[in-house]
């Protein structure tokens, strides 16, 4: 990755002290990501290794799994978040060329 990453990005916490953080069980942590709903990395050891953005994730699972919505549903739902975000960042970078083509031609009369 080449720009650095915001310390909430930086995966560098255990499945134990994640396990500690949100009062989740191993097992659980493990079936969200195996449903993809969370995504650790690994360490050259094999462990996973999580952010502060996958604990505050986590949480929100876990939120949704106890208001009854199935894993499917919260999968769907962060798809539909991420085409969104991604649609947003499309328009901003084509507002950003635009203006910049504008300031272009200005700058050159």
Do not use: C, W
Request: no cysteine; hydrophobic share 30%; net charge positive.
């Amino acid at each position: 990755m080449g720009k650095d990453l915001s310390y909430k990005d930086k995966k560098v916490i255990t499945i134990g002290v994640v396990r500690d953080l949100t009062g989740l069980s191993e097992r659980q942590i493990r079936y969200y990501e195996e449903r993809k709903l969370i995504f650790p990395e690994r360490s050259g050891g094999g462990s996973r290794k999580y952010s502060f953005n996958d604990v505050e994730l986590l949480m929100e699972i876990a939120n949704k799994i106890e208001d009854g919505i199935q894993t499917h549903e919260i999968r769907r739902e962060m798809l539909r978040e991420q085409k969104k975000q991604n649609q947003e960042e499309i328009r901003r970078k084509m507002i950003q060329g635009q203006l910049n083509a504008q300031f272009g031609l200005r700058k050159g009369q």
